[in-house]
């Protein structure tokens, strides 16, 4: 494709063209960029592809404003590389929008390709029909996380206690051989079970294990990775001073290709909390999204009422964060 500032419309077909042909080694090939809600593409995307969400707050405050794609775009890393000209092409995609022509002003992807237009040198394209148009022309190239998924069943009423919290709660002896649960493909939920277990934590392909606890031992040091945030399951901890420290340390897990799995003792409250916080910050959703992502994947999970005060605090500043 030649280099162009203006969008050009691209067919399912097209795309799957330009993601079958092979690349040479100076090439990167292209990179999709998908604008549908977080939840709609954690359940399916196109293969590689890269969500970029933003709420409905922020598209708000940026009406008749220019918004820089540092604002869109929080992976410093992918942001570099496209201001770099790294990829041949960068193709957005919606949910099913036919073409360029048609998209609203205030949409998430019209403000994308606006910021890619005023910054990049490379061809941009949009695919006509969107994901709905090309998972349904090319399924072969479409990841569906619900697919992969192994639902936990609901806990009966007597493997729980009122109130939820970690100490209340023992996860039931059937988690060491569910293992954790994937949120990320870097990023595990589990209990004290889980991180107790060197074969599961090998098989998952852990490296590195954030303990979000003030009693459960880091059981393989000099094996895995270790980070300790020491937080009690109670209504008068702080949760919410662990929130940088955690989410730094993820982020440094994923940079190395590694994956981290969070645990507390129950995998229920605190560590929960975390993951929350983490797909907050760095999916720009709301906790309310996040929340019923997290519930799908691990059903037990129920964050004590305090520390459900403070992720709707961090809502907030992740929300209003310009």
């Known amino acids: 494709m030649t280099s162009s500032s203006e969008p050009v419309d691209i067919t399912p077909d097209e795309l799957h063209h330009i993601l079958r042909t092979p690349r040479d080694r100076s090439a990167c090939g292209c990179v999709v960029l998908d604008c549908r809600p977080f939840l709609d593409f954690s359940h399916a995307h196109i293969c590689e592809s890269r969500n970029i969400h933003w709420n409905s707050m922020m598209r708000r405050r940026s009406r008749g404003t220019v918004v820089a794609l540092e604002s869109l775009i929080p992976d410093k890393s992918l942001l570099g590389r496209l201001r770099l000209a790294e990829f041949s092409a960068v193709v957005v995609v919606d949910e099913d929008s036919r073409c360029v022509g048609e998209l609203k002003p205030e949409s998430v ?33 479409c990841h569906s996380i619900s697919s992969h998924l192994s639902p936990e ?45 060197r074969e599961t934590l090998v098989a998952t392909g852990i490296t590195a294990v954030l303990n979000v606890s003030s009693t459960c031992p880091n059981f393989y040091e000099g094996d895995f990775q270790y980070l300790r945030l020491t937080v009690e399951d109670s209504l008068a901890a702080d949760i919410r001073a662990c929130f940088g420290p955690a989410i730094a340390f993820i982020d440094s897990v994923k940079q190395r290709g590694g994956r981290v799995l969070v645990h507390c003792q129950a995998g229920i409250s605190r560590s929960a909390t975390i993951c929350l916080a983490y797909l907050m910050h760095t999916q720009r959703v709301k906790l309310e999204e996040a929340f019923d992502f997290v519930k799908q994947r691990r059903k037990i999970i129920s964050p004590n009422l305090a520390f459900m005060g403070q992720l709707l605090q961090f809502e907030t500043d992740v929300l209003c964060r310009g």
């Open 109 to 141: 992807v019209q403000i994308l390709l606006t910021a890619l237009q005023n910054e990049l040198h490379t061809q941009i394209c949009f695919l006509q029909g969107g994901f709905q148009a090309f998972s349904g022309a090319c399924p072969e190239l």
């Open 153 to 197: 069943p609901e806990p009966r009423m007597t493997e729980r206690r009122t109130p939820g919290y970690d100490q209340d709660a023992p996860p039931p002896l059937s988690e060491l051989q569910d293992g954790p649960v994937e949120l990320l493909p870097f990023l595990f939920l589990g209990s004290a079970i889980h991180s107790s277990c």
